[in-house]
């Protein structure tokens, strides 16, 4: 018995001495290697500086609006909202897209859009009916050629490409609680150029 502890031992000595040496250049390596990565120095992109809220790019486009926009628009004159406070953003084309029956404007901005054209996005709230908003639209933009009318949910978007410019309208009834705005309708419009 006692030949049998002294032989198993040796076998386990023998093993264990095997393992260290298979192991050991192993655990070395490892070791020089993260020395090695500390030692790099890592070098941080600068962020690029902060852009003001202006657009890269103005529209170059000129505006030509087709008679039949014209029209609509000579025919609810009273209804199209003038911007005497200045809160439209700068160059907006309100000659082609004006706003109807504005209660409030929530928001106008000039925009780079995601092909890099210049645009504009508008928001407003109205206390006209979303159907009397959407028949005011629907008839400025069938003339479009490639006029598109999509319902979703309670929200009619209308999209068309007029005198080289790309033209989104939303209209869906008010959310106050989103809006921050009392109202029947809200009104997005999205213009860019092409």
Same mark, same amino acid.
């Given at each position: 018995?006692?030949?049998? @502890? /002294?032989?198993?031992?040796? #076998? =386990?000595? *023998?093993?264990?001495?095997?393992?260290?040496?298979? $192991?050991?250049?192993?655990?070395?390596?490892?070791?020089?290697?993260?020395?090695?990565?500390?030692?790099?120095?890592?070098?941080?992109?600068?962020?690029?500086?902060?852009?003001?809220?202006?657009?890269?790019?103005?529209?170059?486009?000129?505006?030509?609006?087709?008679?039949?926009?014209?029209?609509?628009?000579?025919?609810?004159?009273?209804?199209? @909202? /003038?911007?005497?406070?200045? #809160? =439209?953003? *700068?160059?907006?084309?309100?000659?082609?897209?004006? $706003?109807?029956?504005?209660?409030?404007?929530?928001?106008?901005?000039?925009?780079?859009?995601?092909?890099?054209?210049?645009?504009?996005?508008?928001?407003?709230?109205?206390?006209?009916?979303?159907?009397?908003?959407?028949?005011?639209?629907?008839?400025?933009?069938?003339?479009?050629?490639?006029?598109?009318?999509?319902?979703?949910?309670?929200?009619?978007?209308?999209?068309?490409?007029?005198?080289?410019?790309?033209?989104?309208?939303?209209?869906?009834?008010?959310?106050?609680?989103?809006?921050?705005?009392?109202?029947?309708?809200?009104?997005?419009?999205?213009?860019?150029?092409?």
């Amino acid at each position: 018995m006692k030949i049998r @502890y /002294v032989l198993l031992s040796l #076998l =386990l000595i *023998g093993v264990l001495i095997t393992g260290a040496a298979l $192991l050991m250049p192993k655990l070395i390596n490892d070791e020089e290697t993260a020395t090695k990565e500390t030692n790099t120095t890592t070098t941080t992109k600068q962020p690029e500086p902060i852009k003001n809220n202006e657009p890269d790019t103005t529209a170059t486009t000129a505006i030509v609006v087709p008679e039949e926009m014209q029209t609509v628009i000579e025919e609810n004159n009273e209804e199209i @909202y /003038v911007d005497e406070a200045g #809160l =439209l953003a *700068g160059n907006y084309p309100s000659q082609m897209v004006p $706003l109807y029956g504005v209660t409030s404007l929530s928001q106008s901005h000039q925009i780079t859009g995601v092909s890099g054209q210049p645009g504009w996005k508008t928001s407003y709230v109205s206390d006209y009916s979303t159907d009397e908003i959407l028949v005011f639209y629907q008839n400025l933009l069938t003339s479009a050629p490639d006029y598109s009318e999509e319902v979703v949910s309670a929200t009619t978007n209308l999209k068309g490409t007029v005198s080289g410019y790309t033209i989104s309208i939303s209209i869906s009834p008010n959310n106050p609680d989103k809006t921050d705005l009392p109202g029947n309708s809200a009104v997005n419009i999205f213009i860019e150029q092409v």
